[in-house]
């Protein structure tokens, strides 16, 4: 496992409501999020950000176990995976 804050991550109400955190129980605010663009209440961009980003320990937990069986569904290239959990945990370096 990485050393990244532990899940689960939630999307949290920010002072400014045109941002929202990223939230987990160890860390009030792990990152801050763009919500809403010139004047708009939400938007549905900055907001689907915002839950691809909540998401990641999972995804990347998800990930891993597929790694672990070896079960890759036929569809999933096993180095699409294994690209993706390098990116999740900062391995790929240019």
């Known amino acids: 496992m990485s050393n990244h804050t532990p899940g689960p991550w ?3 109400r920010h002072f400014d ?3 929202r955190y990223i939230s987990a ?3 009030i605010a792990l990152a ?3 919500w809403c663009v010139e ?3 939400r938007s549905p961009v900055c907001e689907a950000n915002a839950h691809l980003i909540a998401a990641a320990p999972d995804l990347l937990e998800a990930l891993e176990r597929v790694k672990a069986t070896g079960v890759f569904l036929g569809a999933i290239p096993q180095g699409m995976v294994d690209a993706a959990i390098a990116k999740a ?3 790929n370096h240019e």
């Open 10 to 12: 939630e999307i949290k």
């Open 17 to 19: 409501s045109c941002y």
């Open 25 to 27: 129980p160890e860390h």
């Open 32 to 34: 801050q999020v763009v």
């Open 39 to 41: 004047e708009e209440e």
């Open 89 to 91: 945990k900062g391995e």
